[in-house]
């Protein structure tokens, strides 16, 4: 079989036939990943549509993909397009088309000749592309994808929580198998292992595969499953016979005995691998592998226990997700990131709100992490576009079937859920069919509830945030709310700040990191040391940030990542609770870098480690043991009557300093006993608005033209997705990204947000005479955005973009980087460009004032 796609102009060809290898498998996987893409600007007539012809203006794209990539809104509708050409000795196969997630309604087209639709976003979609395709010659493959609001409704592809973002977002597959082969049911790989009666001598294995034939006779099938254990030894095959009519679809069983099996457990990833091969005469026809685990689990007395042992499942929610590729989230990422959650410790995931992709439920198998999985049912309880499948639908129960079919082999899922805070009654039905699909009660069936509680599940979670919309943050105290927890957390953002101690945050506008850190030390303490037994369940909302209508109307900051990827202070807390195995040492608000509150506001870190010392501008200052700190005393306040005081209560992990900083720069250093340390610089601001004199700084005689935005050389260098700018009020919110290479290691002039008019200022300083010189760069907003973002222009932006360019020019500056890209105000991902030029060691240098964003960075020149 050859496959060929066309980018730009070129004619590029795969070979896949018979006579590429010596001996080709019964099953050919291939991936799809190169198409061609064209929007649907074509008005929908009655359901019926034409693919576009060959001279339409089509574009190369690489799958995954969705249509932000290529300009165009979520609720857009494209067709892609493969040409693929199967052999003639290729005659007698059967070829199927997987999309593993697509959004979201895909129909399939072979020679214009329609193959098929599947509705829902997140479920694998399997077509059988064979009867329309010609041998010995090219075939088109059309797949027409919509995500327009009308052909959405009641397939759990539109929700207010969480975009849903059109096209073909997760990897494509094109399979070719024997004419008797495995078939691919609801989208499962048609193979079904279920481990039974498990005791420390031996377990059951039952073992289905669904078998097609379309030859043109009845067939004599043999199916033998061959078992492996974790090891890799042979410990079990199974075989059975089944005779099956021409054109029969139908299941083949078989089961066994396997002798005192390894346990699939918590951080103990036990895996068994099944090879399911099927015969006819003889001759084998199509062949895959499958891996299990042999585990129990129960919820009795309202605690969970799994292969017979009480444990507490603690760790976070995760969505699939990413700043870049939004949700055209590729293998290495999705590897990276339960690498990240694995050294943070969690033993649990919820893959929150829908069946996410087949990579990631494997990824949990093989690390022994649990899963929660969701059938995509979210948010119908609140208000909004997107929120009206109100009632039971035939595609909700298919998609519904689909998560369980799809995912029957997977160890490590525990639990099935129905929904998440959405219409009760409709969640008991989706529960009662989880439970009819599971007969074999191999998961536990949820549900995660901010209110009502549906019928049919095993227990139901609850979505809980005391403390943040609502309440103080001592009520997570109270039970059995808080027993089981499907979500909690809080809001922070890097460049939001208060003084320690300070109960100040307002939702989605001000969410400031020292709140957020008292907010989850309590919960913390709480779930890991005060109330472990009456805590079965506990998971943050969320592991990364995500894109959400929420903070500036672009996303929810509640994870421990930025939604970059870059781990804020509270994943540190978190690993140092729940992997005391993994020594953590790490200094807290790294990135409040010039320091405005008293000079004795405070140092924290969080550690694991038994003690650590203090050591501030090379004096080693007081040692602190671990359980020594306490939360800041509070009140909880009443409508009637006096405020309820709070007291603190000790959080193990925390370490907090009142040592006084001195005014200019600081050289904080913290180190446990084992000589572990973790080291920042920040500055803090004199009393008086005097500096003090440093004169081995790169950067001399800074002046600004504005006493309302003055400047300051911050001599440590900057770091990506870091902050550059000084207010932390909320009033400038810009982040580096990715630092172009040309400023690795360069410090910078931080200032008031240059983009506010009123803070429009000249900035003049000399290189310091003693250094070898300096590369002096300024980057600065362009007035564009990345395609993804779908945000236009902006020609103010631009305008003040021209301006800084003619006097860059005029100072004898050249552009450096026009490809750079960082964050505005509002978290837009937003075009820049480096502009740089080289001054001798005491030469002055300026750069005029432009209302826009930018910042200076000085890097000394390298010794010869």
Not at 176 to 192: E, L, Q, R
Not at 302 to 310: H, S, T, V
Not at 821 to 849: C, F, I, T
Request: aromatic share 12%; charged share 25%.
């Amino acid at each position: 079989m050859i496959l060929r796609h066309a980018v730009c102009g070129l004619l590029f060809v795969i070979l896949c036939s018979a006579r590429t290898f010596a001996a080709e498998p019964p099953r050919l996987v291939t991936p799809l990943a190169q198409w061609r893409f064209i929007e649907d600007s074509f008005p929908d007539i009655g359901g019926h549509y034409s693919p576009p012809p060959a001279s339409a203006a089509w574009q190369p794209v690489t799958v995954p993909h969705v249509f932000r990539q290529s300009g165009l809104p979520d609720d857009a509708a494209g067709w892609y397009r493969q040409t693929i050409h199967p052999d003639e000795a290729d005659r007698g196969k059967c070829f199927y088309l997987t999309l593993e997630g697509a959004a979201s309604v895909k129909d399939v087209y072979v020679n214009g000749q329609h193959i098929g639709r599947h509705k829902g976003a997140f479920s694998r979609s399997s077509f059988d592309l064979t009867p329309a395709l010609k041998f010995g010659q090219d075939n088109i493959l059309d797949v027409r994808v919509s995500n327009r609001p009308g052909d959405t409704e009641n397939c759990f592809s539109r929700s207010t929580l969480y975009y849903v973002n059109g096209g073909i977002f997760r990897p494509a597959w094109l399979v070719k198998t024997g004419a008797v082969h495995a078939f691919p049911d609801m989208g499962s790989s048609g193979v079904y292992l279920t481990p039974k009666n498990i005791t420390p001598g031996g377990a059951s294995l039952d073992a289905k595969v669904v078998v097609r034939n379309t030859l043109p006779q009845a067939a004599a099938v043999t199916v033998r499953f061959f078992v492996t254990d974790p090891t890799g030894a042979a410990c079990g095959e199974f075989v059975n016979q089944q005779t099956l009519a021409s054109g029969k679809t139908a299941a083949v069983e078989a089961a066994g005995r396997i002798a005192s099996p390894r346990l699939w457990d918590l951080g103990s990833p036990n895996l068994y691998t099944v090879r399911t091969q099927i015969s006819v005469d003889g001759k084998v026809t199509d062949e895959l592998t499958e891996h299990t685990g042999f585990r129990t689990i129960e919820w009795k007395n309202k605690r969970f226990y799994l292969n017979g042992r009480q444990v507490q499942f603690r760790g976070v929610c995760k969505h699939e997700q990413t700043e870049y590729d939004w949700n055209a989230v590729g293998d290495d990422v999705s590897r990276w990131e339960w690498e990240r959650m694995a050294s943070m410790g969690v033993n649990a995931a919820r893959l929150a709100h829908y069946p996410h992709r087949e990579l990631e439920y494997g990824l949990a198998d093989e690390k022994g992490i649990a899963v929660w999985a969701e059938n995509g049912y979210a948010g119908q309880i609140w208000k909004g576009p997107g929120n009206e499948e109100r009632t039971v639908t035939p595609d909700g129960e298919r998609l519904t079937r689909e998560m369980v079919r799809q995912n029957w082999n997977h160890p490590s899922i525990l639990f099935w859920s129905a929904g998440n805070e959405t219409i009760v009654d409709v969640v008991s039905h989706y529960a009662a069919l989880l439970r009819e699909e599971d007969k074999d009660r191999l998961r536990l069936v949820t549900y995660a509830a901010n209110d009502k509680e549906p019928r049919n599940c095993d227990f139901v979670a609850h979505n809980t945030y005391d403390g943040w919309y609502s309440g103080h943050y001592t009520w997570f105290a109270r039970l059995p709310i808080n027993a089981e927890v499907s979500e909690t957390g809080c809001g922070d953002w890097i460049t939001h700040h208060v003084p320690y101690g300070a109960f100040q945050w307002v939702v989605d506008k001000f969410e400031p990191e020292e709140y957020a850190g008292i907010f989850t030390e309590y919960r913390m303490q709480l779930i890991c040391r005060d109330d472990v037994a009456e805590r079965p369940m506990f998971f943050w909302w969320n592991f990364r940030e995500f894109y959400n209508l929420k903070f500036k109307k672009n996303r929810n900051t509640k994870g421990l990542l930025t939604l970059a990827g870059a781990p804020k202070d509270l994943f540190y807390l978190f690993q140092a609770f729940f992997n005391p195995g993994k020594p953590v040492v790490h200094l807290c608000d790294r990135e409040y870098f010039l320091r405005s509150f008293a000079p004795d506001n405070g140092v924290k870190a969080y550690s694991n480690s038994g003690q650590l010392q203090l050591t501030l501008n090379g004096t080693p200052r007081e040692i602190i043991k671990n359980g020594a700190y306490r939360l800041p005393d509070s009140e909880i306040k009443q409508k009637k009557g006096p405020d309820i005081p709070a007291p603190g209560i000790p959080v193990a992990n925390v370490f907090f300093w009142k040592t006084p900083l001195q005014p200019g720069r600081n050289v904080i250093e913290v180190t446990d006993e084992r000589g572990r340390k973790d080291r920042m610089i920040v500055y803090q601001k004199p009393a008086d608005g005097a500096w003090p004199e440093d004169g081995g700084a790169l950067v001399q005689d800074l002046h600004s033209s504005n006493a309302d935005s003055p400047a300051c050389f911050i001599d440590r260098p900057v770091e990506a997705q870091g902050a550059f700018y000084t207010d932390v009020n909320g009033s400038s919110d810009n982040t580096f990204d990715i630092l172009p290479k040309e400023v690795e290691g360069a410090s910078w002039i931080a200032t008031r947000r240059l983009s506010d008019p009123k803070l429009k200022t000249d900035l003049t300083f000399r290189i310091n005479p003693s250094s070898r010189g300096a590369i002096v760069s300024v980057l600065f907003s362009t007035g564009k955005y990345p395609v993804v973002t779908l945000k236009k222009g902006d020609p103010a932006i631009a305008g003040a973009a021209s301006g800084m360019r003619r006097a860059l020019t005029a100072a004898g500056f050249k552009a450096a980087d026009s490809g750079a890209v960082w964050r505005d105000h509002d978290l837009n991902r937003a075009q820049a460009e480096l502009w740089s030029r080289g001054y001798q060691p005491g030469e002055k240098a300026g750069v005029p004032g432009q209302s826009l964003d930018y910042v200076i960075m000085v890097k000394e020149n390298s010794a010869q």
